[in-house]
Each structure stands twice: as C-alpha cells, then as structure tokens.
T-cell receptor
C-alpha cells in the first residue's frame, strides 16, 4: 500500500542554519504531496504542496520539490529561525482511498538561538 | 486561522462520563475527518464523512460515536472511555469537488484526558 517515510527526529539546529528534512514515499499512480507543520499546542497547518512531478512547493522560506524518479519530497529552508521550532509532517494523497491523506510519523525540529 | 474550529480545546473526563467534541468548518467544504494524535504514534484517521455520509470508519471502538448533521458540523460523542484514549483529537475538512485538490485543513484540536 501507499506509505510515507520521513527522517526520525528530533532535529536540533542553531538559528540561521540550513534545514533538510527527508521524505520518501511509496505510491501507485501520481499522488499529490504535502508538508504540514504543527506548532506546540496547535493543529496541523498546510505548509506547502506539489501536485505533479518536478513541481516545487514553497511557503515562508520553505521549499520542497516533487521528485518522481527518487520518490522524494524533501523539505528545505536556507536559514531557520527559533519560530520554526515545530513538528513537520510529510503526507501524500491516496487517490485510491477517496483522496485520504497518508502521513509520515513527523519530525520534531528545535531551533536554538 | 478560524477556518476550522473545535470545542472544547481541553477536556478532562472520567471513564464513566459522556461528553461530546464539536467541530465546525467555515470553508464551504463537504468532507470532514476525525483524527487521533497520541504521543509517539502516527496520526490515526478515525472517521470520514462526505456530504454528511460516513465513508470510512477505521475500526474505531464503539465508545466513539461520530455524528455529521450537515457538511459544516461534525461531532464526536464519547462514552465509557479508557485512559489510553487520552490524546489530541483533530478535526479536518476538505473540498472534494475541487479537481486535484486533496489538501485538508485542520482545526486546533481538543486535548482529551481520561482519568
């Protein structure tokens, strides 16, 4: 079945460091891919998405490119801030299951000043 | 962000109590979801409703009873819960009629503690 695998956390970085959170997926067909972010005490917020191969999603300085050849959708940011501390979830749309989302386990990011 | 609201935000209940969680979406969506988020476990999809009809029940125990009176409101009725049911319960919604639009929008969640 379809699945999402993302790197184990926690990830701890200093402010202004470069961030990469790896995400790979297994899917039949052509899913849409998403990154969600969950700040402490809150629900999940859509951070960015890509709907087809080679699409690049971007928002708030974060980027991810839909790579079909490597079945990956890695999240990157050039210079993280303390306010980026949160849990990040990679997800794909399961078109075989009425479009339900399949989530990775989440990666906790802590950014130190 | 007020697109999807959930009440209450925090709930403490005993194992013999009956309570309900409420979710409301103001986005004009037609599908609504309940998820359970426990510490150190992946997000678990519980129920899916599309145009008020339940389309998915992921083997959820009967002590959880969902209700969807219309496309904007979703409830989760709780009774005789167990301590392991303590978790963050998240509601989400989606527009299923929009082509190639699969993103879901989440509420802030209800933090449930069963004592």
């Amino acid at each position: 079945g379809n699945s999402v695998t993302q790197m184990e956390g926690p990830v701890t970085l200093s402010e202004e460091a470069f961030l990469t959170i790896n995400c790979t997926y297994t899917a039949t067909g052509y899913p849409s891919l998403f990154w969600y972010v969950q700040y402490p005490g809150e629900g999940l917020q859509l951070l960015l998405k890509a709907t087809k191969a080679d699409d690049k999603g971007s928002n708030k300085g974060f980027e991810a490119t839909y790579r079909k050849e490597t079945t990956s959708f890695h999240l990157e940011k050039g210079s993280v801030q303390v306010s980026d501390s949160a849990v990040y979830f990679c997800a794909l749309s399961d078109r075989g299951s009425q479009g339900n989302l399949i989530f990775g386990k989440g990666t906790k990011l802590s950014v130190k000043p | 962000e007020t697109g999807v609201t959930q009440t209450p935000r925090h709930l403490v209940m005993g194992m013999t109590n009956k309570k309900s969680l409420k979710c409301e979406q103001h986005l004009g969506h037609n599908a609504m979801y309940w998820y359970k988020q426990s510490a150190k476990k992946p997000l678990e999809l519980m129920f899916v409703y599309n145009f008020k009809e339940q389309t998915e029940n992921n083997s959820v125990p009967s002590r959880f009873s969902p209700e969807c009176p219309n496309s904007s409101h979703l409830f989760l009725h709780l009774h005789t819960l167990q301590p392991e049911d303590s978790a963050l319960y998240l509601c989400a919604s989606r527009a299923t009629l929009r082509v190639s639009s699969y993103e879901q929008y989440f509420g802030p969640g209800t933090r449930l503690t069963v004592t």
